[in-house]
């Protein structure tokens, strides 16, 4: 089987990468000119198509001849809210309309989406599947790439991946939290009651490939979890700490009001060098949010499973980050 794999150069992409190539399958990754081919040039059975979700004519030269799709190409920043969408939601249109051109015997279509699709939970409970109540700007354009997807449900056999969030090794957003608690530091906000589910890096693979074969219908949704929703206390102040073998010297949460306060700023760095960045005032005001979901139906019907903890799965990046250097042994 040939896979088209969006965004393969990336963390989620090269894990989907890694494990097709290890079980025997070719896999085409549509990757920018600049992008990093260091790790998908180690792996089997890979081929490189230049160029990326927004250039229309590169998805279309892409999706020839591949019998299936992992589009988890994606930003989590932007400069603004035009550019989250030219990415997350017409690149995903691109690729939609290709498939259906070039590719009418695809057998699966698989669009990475994201639980800030949904919106938060209210009651710390797990949202349910039909909830859009997205509350920042990459959560809209994510819902709208879904419904992107699910309106051409009759042309292509298409599935919804909505992990919560997502870590691991190559992971170069939670590493962040790492080399916090690394220098002792306790990366928690507020007062760390936030209710949030994760996801393993690899297993959420496995999750996207098994979509691929499963005879469901088209136009399904699946969440993606661990099955242990954590407070943030837990699972960053105390379960990352015991990872990394560290204490933090103080451990009281970053206030939200100094947290927004720092945004104001990291704003206006970003609007002067023209610079995408994490840290939003919008991003500050999810995080005051529970973020909840629950994979029951996943198991069930992708006959999926989870197979690290969130303890473990910590532990195991730890040692990638040090192994790697990305972390001091």
């Not at 997350?88 to 699709?117: C, D, W």
């Not at 206030?255 to 994490?278: D, H, I, N, T, W």
Request: aromatic share 8%; net charge neutral; proline share 5%.
């Amino acid at each position: 089987m040939k896979v088209l794999v969006t965004g393969g150069s990336g963390f989620l992409g090269s894990h989907v990468a890694e494990q097709l190539s290890a079980a025997g399958h070719t896999v085409r990754a549509l990757v920018r000119k600049s992008s990093n081919r260091a790790f998908l040039s180690t792996l089997r059975n890979i081929e490189f198509a230049e160029g990326s979700v927004e250039n229309r004519a590169s998805v279309d030269d892409a999706m020839k001849g591949v019998d299936a799709v992992v589009h988890s190409a994606g930003v989590v920043k932007a400069l603004n809210e035009a550019a989250f969408f030219e990415c997350n939601t017409q690149g995903t249109v691109n690729l939609l309309e290709a498939a259906i051109t070039h590719a009418p015997n695809l057998k699966r279509f698989v669009h990475v989406s994201s639980l800030e699709a949904c919106g938060p939970s209210l009651d710390k409970k797990p949202v349910p599947v039909d909830q859009q109540r997205p509350v920042t700007t990459y959560g809209r354009s994510k819902l709208a790439a879904e419904r992107a997807v699910i309106d051409r449900k009759s042309q292509l056999p298409v599935v919804v991946m909505r992990p919560a969030a997502i870590y691991g090794p190559r992971d170069v957003e939670i590493f962040e939290a790492f080399r916090a608690v690394h220098r002792r530091q306790y990366p928690v906000i507020g007062d760390g009651d936030m209710l949030g589910c994760y996801i393993y890096g690899p297993d959420c693979a496995r999750a996207c490939i098994a979509a691929i074969e499963a005879p469901v219908e088209s136009g399904s949704v699946y969440f993606i979890d661990d099955g242990e929703p954590l407070t943030m206390a837990r699972a960053m102040g105390q379960l990352l700490p015991e990872a990394l073998g560290t204490s933090p010297l103080v451990r009281f949460g970053i206030p939200f009001s100094l947290l927004s306060l720092a945004s104001v700023g990291v704003e206006a760095y970003g609007r002067a060098r023209q610079k995408a960045v994490m840290l939003t005032r919008e991003k500050v005001a999810m995080l005051r949010h529970h973020w909840v979901c629950s994979s029951e139906q996943t198991r069930q019907e992708l006959e999926w499973a989870p197979t690290v903890s969130f303890r473990e799965g910590l532990s195991q990046t730890a040692k990638w980050y040090r192994d790697n250097g990305w972390l001091p042994g």
